[in-house]
């Protein structure tokens, strides 16, 4: 409970007490990181909405790599003696859980951000890994939260006959995610790194992006080696 409500309450303070060796009391940074898998992987399933992987429609309807892999997903469905809609099932349920398993490798990808962006800081590898298993249980956790609320917004809306746009869903959860996950950078990177206001505000923009870019290209990572093993 002292882990939780350290990391939400105090954005860097957790990590600043595992940097400096104050650790009694606390969960170790990736137990904990992979404890809030879990709920936010129930949170996601109980809400209806995905973040981490999307149906096979949406990657072929809209991104360029959707497009460029279509010869390769034609042929792979062929060699499998499949109809193309079970092909498509088996193809959206091993996404899944491939997804789910291969979260962790997006650490890595805000560790090596942080160890750019912050560079002049003098902080060890070991802070910086855990300054990004830290940001991400917080991430985790608030949309184990948001994607909840947005699901029961959404039912609410469609029972009373109003639709929304996938478009216009993952815009307004791409704008709550980016300020709410902005400012707990600005704030954390200033307890971990003692980084002043004005460049920590413009450092985490630049880390932001850099999660964002995190998670798409998990999600075409993921995309691809299911076309591959399909």
């Not at 904990?32 to 949170?43: P, S, Y």
């Not at 096979?56 to 034609?74: D, N, V």
């Not at 298993?133 to 609320?149: D, I, N, R, V």
Request: with cysteine; net charge positive; hydrophobic share 55%.
């Amino acid at each position: 409970m002292d882990t939780l409500k350290c990391l939400v309450l105090s954005p860097g303070e957790l990590t600043a007490a595992w940097r400096d060796g104050r650790r009694r009391g606390f969960v170790a940074p990736l137990a904990f990181f992979l404890a809030v898998n879990v709920v936010f992987f129930i949170a996601q399933g109980l809400s209806g909405l995905a973040v981490l992987s999307i149906p096979l429609k949406a990657h072929l309807s809209g991104p360029a790599y959707g497009q460029a892999a279509l010869p390769r997903l034609q042929t792979q469905v062929a060699a499998s003696g499949l109809s193309r809609e079970r092909w498509d099932e088996r193809f959206n349920q091993r996404q899944q859980v491939l997804a789910k398993a291969s979260v962790l490798a997006m650490v890595p990808v805000l560790a090596l951000a942080a160890a750019a962006l912050y560079c002049r800081r003098g902080a060890r590898w070991a802070t910086h890994w855990t300054f990004a298993l830290h940001f991400y249980g917080f991430a985790l956790l608030f949309l184990s939260l948001l994607f909840p609320l947005l699901g029961t917004a959404l039912a609410a809306l469609a029972a009373q006959g109003q639709r929304v746009s996938g478009d216009t869903i993952d815009l307004v959860a791409s704008g709550l995610q980016a300020s709410v996950l902005g400012w707990y950078i600005s704030r954390s990177s200033g307890r971990v790194y003692s980084v002043p206001l004005f460049q920590r505000m413009v450092l985490s923009v630049l880390a932001v992006g850099a999660v964002f870019a995190a998670l798409f290209l998990h999600r075409v990572a993921v995309f691809f080696v299911v076309i591959a093993t399909t």
